[in-house]
C-alpha cells in the first residue's frame, strides 16, 4: 500500500459482477455513485460481455469508471438448455477466479500501474475475499448483497437451519412435514416459515452448484471488511441488528434507486411505449402495473388465468410482457380489453412505480421491483418464484403489511380478482397503501443528505479510499 498524500492518486478499485439475470444493475450503480464520490479513484469494473451489454450506460458517465470483458466460460453458440438453466452459471463459476484475475491485470496495466487497493464484488462471488488478500495485505473486500435481507440471514444461517430443520431432497420429508413451520428461532425471522425459504438450503438440491455457491456465502460474508446492503435502517430493525453484529461492517445503502438513480441515456426515449402519457389520462391510485421482471415468466396456464383475472376485474392495468409472450394470451384478449388494458413489450418500472395513476403492482417480489414499489408508495400482488422472492413476498404481505399474497402461491382467475379488489378497492388496501406511502417515505428521508443511507454510502467511500475504520 502507498501512504500518505499519494495514496487517493494511487487507489485502484476492482469491481466485480455476477453477470446473470439483473445482478449486475444494483452494483453498476453503486460502482457510479462511488465513482463519482471518490474522483481521484480509478474504478474499473469487470463483467461478462453479454451483461455489461444489458447495464444502461450514457448520461454523465463518471471518466474514471471504466469497464473490462471477463470470460463466461462459455464456448461459441452456446445454447441454455431450458432443463438445466444453472449449466450456463456452472460454467461461469468454473472459470472464474481466473478470469477476473486476466481482466484485473489488464486493468492495472492501463491504469498506468496503479495496482488494486480495493476489492468490492457482488456477493455471490465469495472467492473474492481471496481476491482481494492475493492483492495485497490489507486491501479491503466489499462485497453488495443484491437480494431481499432475510434471504440474506437464511444464507448466513444455514447451518442451524439444517440442524433444526432437518434437510431433505425436493418434494421429499422437509416441505411434506415442516412447510408450515416458523422460523422466529432465528432473529428477525418471525412469521416467516421454511416454504419460503430459498430452494437449497432445507429442501431442493442442496449440492446445486447454486446452493453450494450460496452456502459457502454465507461462511465468507462475516470474513468481509465491510457488506453492503440495499435496504434502509428502519425496514428490518431486528434483522439489520443481528447482520450488523455477524459481520465487522454492515452499510445499508438502499434503496439504491433512489440514492443512486439510473442513467438516463440523452438520446433514449425514456417511455418508449407511451406507458407514461398513458397513465397520465387516468384518476389516482386506479392502475394495476403487472410485471415480473426480465427473468421470470408465469408458466402459460397461470399466464391465461392471470389475463382472465385482469379482465374480469374491471380496473384498468399496464402489463409489462415480453414480446414472444402475446401469443400466450387467451384468444381475443387484447381486443376486448383494449379500453382500459395497456401491454407493452418494456415498461420505465421506476416511473411507472412512481405514477400517482399507479394503484397495485403485480410482481415476482425481485428485492429490487420490491424497493422500487415502496418508494413509489404502491402495494403489491405477490406472484414469488424463485431463490429470496418467497421471503420477500412473505415480508411484503404478513410482515410490512403492504401487500398480498395468493392462496396455495399460484395465480387463477378468481384469486387475482381478488387480489386486486382487496389491494385497489377496499378499505384493507387503501391502509396497505398508507403504510407504502410511510415507508416510501421512510426510505426517501435515508437517502437525503445526512440520511441515514447517504452517510452510509459515505461510510464505504472511506473504505474504498483506504481512509475508514469500515
Ligand atoms: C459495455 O457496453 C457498452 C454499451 O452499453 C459499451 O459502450 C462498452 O464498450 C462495453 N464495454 C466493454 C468493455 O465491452
Ligand atoms: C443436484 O445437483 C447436482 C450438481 O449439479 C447434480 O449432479 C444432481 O444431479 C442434482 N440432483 C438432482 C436430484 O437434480
Known sequence: MVSGGQQQEEAHVAVLAFPFGTHAAPLHALARGLAAAAPLVWFSFFNSAKSNASLLQGGDAPPNLKFYDVSDGLTAGFAVNPRNPEEEIELFMQVTPGNFRDGIEKAVRSASGASISCVVSDAFLWFAGDLAREMGAGVP????????????????????????????????AVMATKADTELGFLPGMSGTRVRDLPEGIVFGNLSSVFARL?????????????VVLNTFDVLDPAINDDLR??????????????????????ELDSDPSGCLRWLDKLPRGAVAYVSFGTVMSPPPGELAELAEGLESCGAPFLWSLKEKLRARLPAGFLERTQARGLVVAWAPQ?????????????????????MESLAGGVPMVCRPFLGDQRLNARTVASLWRVGVEFEAGKMTRDGVVGALGAVLGSEEGRKMRE?????????????????SSAEALQAVVKVICGSGDA
Open 435 to 451: 403504510r407504502a406511502c410511510a415507508l416510501g417515505e421512510a426510505a426517501r428521508e435515508a437517502v437525503q443528505q445526512g440520511g
Open 214 to 226: 450460496l452456502h459457502r456465502m454465507g461462511q465468507e460474508l462475516p470474513l468481509a471488511t465491510a
Open 141 to 172: 473486500w466489499v462485497p453488495l448483497w443484491t437480494g431481499g435481507i432475510r434471504s440474506l440471514s437464511a444464507h448466513i444461517y444455514t447451518d442451524a437451519l439444517r440442524t433444526i430443520v432437518g434437510v431433505g431432497e425436493e418434494g421429499g
Open 350 to 370: 421506476p416511473l411507472v412505480l412512481a405514477h400517482p395513476a399507479t394503484g397495485a403492482f403485480m410482481t415476482h417480489c425481485g428485492w429490487n421491483s420490491v
Open 245 to 266: 453484529a455477524k459481520f465487522k461492517a454492515c452499510h445499508l445503502v438502499g434503496p439504491l434507486n433512489l440514492l443512486l438513480p439510473p442513467p438516463q441515456h440523452p
